[in-house]
Nanobody, 121 residues
Framework: QVQLVESGGGLVQAGGSLRLSCAFS????????MGWYRQAPGKQRELVAA???????DYTDSVKGRFAISRDNAKNALYLQMNSLKPEDTAVYYC???????????????WGQGTQVTVSS
């Protein structure tokens, strides 16, 4: 069974930094687009950043210039470096990935378990 396992959340003061990681476990043929989402209490889950297999990335406006998404294709891993954190960044962060089991097969999506990020003022 393919899973995404996350790590790296925690409590940090405003202006601080955190680095989130997630990695695929299980057998995959290829991994396509991956991304980080977040969900604050009482709000809908939103896309924070995404990155394609070739390394092209995009960010939601509120984190541009502060967050950096990256991936290590050899390790099937995804990272989110978060700098200059603000209290409004407080949320549960989820990684998401799309993969194929065979070259010609369909694409499947999978979510990580979520990790809490809390930024104190």
């Amino acid at each position: 069974q393919v899973q995404l396992v996350e790590s790296g959340g925690g409590l940090v003061q405003a202006g601080g930094s955190l680095r989130l990681s997630c990695a695929f476990s299980g057998s995959t043929f290829s991994i396509d687009i991956m991304g980080w989402y977040r969900q604050a209490p009482g709000k809908q889950r939103e896309l924070v950043a995404a990155i394609g297999s070739g390394g092209v990335s995009d960010y939601t406006d509120s984190v541009k210039g502060r967050f950096a998404i990256s991936r290590d294709n050899a390790k099937n891993a995804l990272y989110l470096q978060m700098n200059s954190l603000k209290p409004e960044d407080t949320a549960v962060y989820y990684c998401n990935g799309h993969y194929r089991r065979t070259a010609a097969g369909p694409t499947f999506g999978v979510w990580g378990q979520g990790t809490q990020v809390t930024v104190s003022s």
